[in-house]
């Protein structure tokens, strides 16, 4: 009789999907370069309206060097542009979460509350920044403060709701078992209620992130160097193609490795939550 042996173990093949992302990625970026390399060649538009890809690495590598003493565009460097736009939307967002997630709590636990509340959350979520862009301005001031305010808006009422959301979906047997076992008011919105929230909590963090970075244009039209939307909005006055084009790809490729950081905290915070 054959025995087998169980020291034997054929080592599975190795997974092929972890590389196949991003060379996908990658080929899709060449493939646009290339496209984007002929057209600018073939001259079928003024470079004006859309410069070659040569011209836009030129006016990038311009924004990170100084030139007569003076740095880059508008007097800083690109990397100082984009710091003064992140401290302000992680000041506005830092401000959402934290009026934003015990807001959602309380509008599901309290139902009167949510009547009379929950109506202008979901008013505010509908307007467009700039329709309240001015009266921030009216009442502080054309510096950081208003911007901020533009910011926290923004991100206030998906953080809001999507809290609210995950409150509401908590199973009740889930409550009862913790009150049953004794579990105050607080110990019940500490242990049960935030950690069956957290993965709705961090889906709305990651929605308002990208609805800060879709205002930071608009916070910065007035008043807004140093910032990459500032530096954006600037470039009008000039036809600066290229140098918007730069702001666009940065403040794009800054936007993906924020919701990259934030994967990786969900992943890590909430790894029952399934997400990929």
Same mark, same amino acid.
């Given at each position: 009789m054959a025995v087998l042996d169980d020291t034997a173990v054929v080592a599975p093949p190795a997974p092929k999907r972890r590389? !196949?992302?991003?060379?996908? @990625?990658?080929?899709?970026?060449? @493939?646009?370069?290339?496209?984007?390399?002929?057209?600018?060649?073939?001259?079928?538009?003024?470079?004006?309206?859309?410069?070659?890809?040569?011209?836009?690495?030129?006016?990038?590598?311009?924004?990170?060097?100084?030139?007569?003493?003076?740095?880059?565009?508008?007097?800083?460097?690109?990397?100082?542009?984009?710091?003064?736009?992140?401290?302000?939307?992680?000041?506005?967002?830092?401000?959402?979460?934290?009026?934003?997630?015990?807001?959602?709590?309380?509008?599901?636990?309290?139902?009167?509350? *949510?009547?009379?509340?929950?109506?202008?959350?979901?008013?505010? *979520?509908?307007?467009?920044?700039?329709?309240?862009?001015?009266?921030?301005?009216?009442w502080f001031g054309i510096e950081d403060t208003s911007k901020v305010w533009l910011l926290f808006l923004a991100s206030f009422?998906? /953080?809001?709701?999507?809290?609210?959301?995950?409150?509401? *979906?908590?199973? @009740?047997?889930?409550?009862?078992?913790? !009150?049953?076992?004794?579990?105050?008011?607080?110990?019940?919105?500490?242990?049960?209620?935030?950690?069956?929230?957290?993965?709705?909590?961090?889906?709305? /963090?990651?929605?308002?992130?990208?609805?800060?970075?879709?205002?930071?244009?608009?916070?910065?039209?007035?008043?807004?160097?140093?910032?990459?939307?500032?530096?954006?909005?600037?470039?009008?006055?000039?036809?600066?193609?290229?140098?918007?084009?730069?702001?666009? /790809?940065?403040?794009?490729?800054?936007?993906?490795?924020?919701?990259?950081?934030?994967?990786?905290?969900? *992943?890590?915070?909430?790894?029952?939550?399934? !997400?990929?």
């Amino acid at each position: 009789m054959a025995v087998l042996d169980d020291t034997a173990v054929v080592a599975p093949p190795a997974p092929k999907r972890r590389y !196949r992302r991003p060379l996908s @990625v990658l080929l899709s970026v060449v @493939v646009l370069l290339v496209v984007w390399w002929a057209l600018a060649a073939a001259e079928i538009w003024d470079p004006i309206f859309l410069p070659s890809p040569g011209r836009v690495w030129d006016a990038f590598v311009y924004s990170v060097t100084s030139h007569n003493g003076s740095p880059g565009y508008q007097g800083y460097y690109l990397w100082e542009h984009l710091w003064a736009s992140l401290w302000r939307i992680l000041r506005g967002l830092f401000w959402a979460i934290l009026f934003g997630v015990p807001l959602g709590v309380l509008l599901a636990s309290v139902a009167p509350i *949510r009547a009379v509340i929950e109506p202008y959350v979901d008013f505010l *979520r509908a307007l467009p920044p700039l329709a309240y862009f001015s009266l921030l301005i009216i009442w502080f001031g054309i510096e950081d403060t208003s911007k901020v305010w533009l910011l926290f808006l923004a991100s206030f009422p998906p /953080i809001t709701l999507a809290t609210l959301a995950g409150v509401r *979906r908590i199973p @009740v047997e889930y409550l009862e078992s913790a !009150r049953s076992l004794g579990a105050s008011r607080w110990q019940l919105v500490v242990h049960t209620v935030l950690p069956s929230t957290a993965p709705d909590v961090l889906t709305g /963090i990651r929605i308002a992130l990208g609805f800060a970075w879709t205002t930071i244009v608009a916070a910065e039209t007035s008043n807004g160097i140093p910032g990459i939307g500032g530096l954006a909005w600037a470039t009008k006055k000039e036809l600066l193609t290229d140098v918007a084009i730069v702001c666009v /790809i940065t403040i794009g490729l800054t936007a993906l490795a924020l919701d990259a950081v934030l994967r990786l905290v969900e *992943r890590a915070l909430v790894p029952w939550a399934g !997400r990929t």
